[in-house]
């Protein structure tokens, strides 16, 4: 059973500069990831809740820093989505900034969810995250998205090419399949976040 009750999550603040944010307690777990990878989904999916973060077909509905409080002192945390090519280059810098500035400053953060779109995993991007995520022993979950997508057969084998790729980049994570729309990989996004809010108590 779940020690933290997901459901009652609320919408905290929004900032677009890392300056603002001003929430100088507790801990928070950050959702990361290329746009429409599915991060809003998968907030509202582990909360049960529909609108709670905000989720568009549009790639870039993020644009800020979303902050969520589970309960008083641990918050989950929307990021904008890196890489979307469409949007013009002065906004993709200032959200790759905005993301960089985060990871790199935010003593609370001590955990991350990286998504990745199973059909499309470890791009370039990705592998900058995970580098970062390497320099600052930022412990990650990550999460291969929209697997109800792809057949079993097929989420079985990117699962394993990506888990090879990884065991060469990380010295320890742990990966998992997830869809917002099937509901799956909910409960295990839930155990790893009650065990990074245990560790901090
Ligand atoms: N089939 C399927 N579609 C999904 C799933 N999760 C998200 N989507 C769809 O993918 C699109 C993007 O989802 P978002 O949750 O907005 O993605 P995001 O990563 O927050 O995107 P940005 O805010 O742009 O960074 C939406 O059309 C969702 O309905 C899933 O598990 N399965
Ligand atoms: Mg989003």
Do not use: H
Not at 175 to 191: A, D, T, V
């Amino acid at each position: 059973m779940s020690i933290i009750d997901y459901n009652k999550t609320f919408f905290l603040k929004s900032v677009s500069k890392i300056s603002k944010i001003n929430i100088e307690y507790g801990i928070e777990v950050a959702f990361i990831g290329y746009s429409n990878s599915g991060k809003s989904s998968a907030i509202n999916a582990l909360t049960n809740q529909k609108k709670l973060a905000r989720c568009s077909k549009t790639p870039g509905s993020t644009q800020l820093i979303n902050f969520f409080q589970v309960i008083n002192n641990f918050r989950i945390v929307d990021l904008p989505g890196y890489g979307y090519a469409k949007c013009p280059i002065l906004i993709k810098l200032k959200w790759e900034k905005l993301i960089y500035n985060y990871l790199k400053n935010r003593k609370f953060l001590k955990g991350l969810v990286l998504l990745m779109d199973i059909r499309n995993p470890l791009k370039v991007y990705d592998q900058n995250i995970i580098n970062i995520i390497l320099d600052q022993n930022i412990p990650v979950f990550i999460l291969l998205t929209k697997c109800d997508k792809l057949t079993l057969s097929q989420q079985k084998i990117q699962f394993q090419t990506v888990y090879k790729r990884l065991q060469v980049l990380l010295k320890e994570f742990q990966i998992e399949f997830f869809s917002s729309s099937k509901k799956i990989g909910i409960r295990k996004l839930q155990f790893q976040l009650n065990s990074w809010y245990k560790k901090y108590q």
